[in-house]
């Protein structure tokens, strides 16, 4: 039973402590105004290409998809941080509240399958592929490279020193 609560207090520590690092991570990249999303957008968008071995003619009807569906999934990510800022006073508030986060979650699914189907009407199946992919990898870059006080470009904010790779 010691080792149970033991497992469950240090499990507990280590969110308490990837949260305070998150929350740092985030102030200081909104406070340094270092984030750029036209920038981050650039940087998707060249790593895609690469990584996914995009022509310049498949990039160009690839991209504004992409860009569309992104949009349209950045839309509901909103509306889920604003539900998440609340808290019901009862028990059926609760309810309504999971059921609403449920419903917006399976929403952001749908629009990702329609955005997938689109993006084989545009190119084969093995770049829409390694485009998913690709963007999956730099997505965890960079949130990695943040997380280690760094910019997109593996850089330490207000240093010009490169990250080991």
């Not at 999956?136 to 870059?141: A, C, L, W």
Request: hydrophobic share 40%; with cysteine; glycine share 6%.
């Amino acid at each position: 039973m010691k080792q149970f609560i033991d497992h469950i207090l240090s499990m507990r520590a280590a969110i308490v402590v990837s949260a305070i690092c998150l929350c740092a991570v985030t102030a200081a990249a909104q406070s340094k105004g270092k984030f750029s999303p036209e920038k981050y957008q650039a940087e998707l968008e060249q790593f895609i290409t690469s990584e996914a071995g995009l022509s310049a003619q498949e990039a160009a009807d690839f991209f504004p998809l992409l860009r569309e569906m992104q949009e349209k999934q950045r839309a509901i990510y909103n509306q889920l941080k604003a539900a998440a800022r609340t808290k019901p006073a009862d028990e059926n508030g609760c309810k309504k509240a999971i059921q609403k986060r449920d419903q917006m979650e399976l929403e952001l699914k749908s629009i990702q399958q329609m955005y997938h189907n689109k993006f084989l009407g545009v190119l084969p199946a093995s770049k829409v592929l390694g485009a998913i992919m690709a963007e999956e990898r730099f997505n965890r870059k960079m949130f990695r490279n943040w997380g280690m006080g760094r910019g997109p470009q593996g850089r330490r904010h207000g240093h010009s020193s490169q990250m080991k790779k």
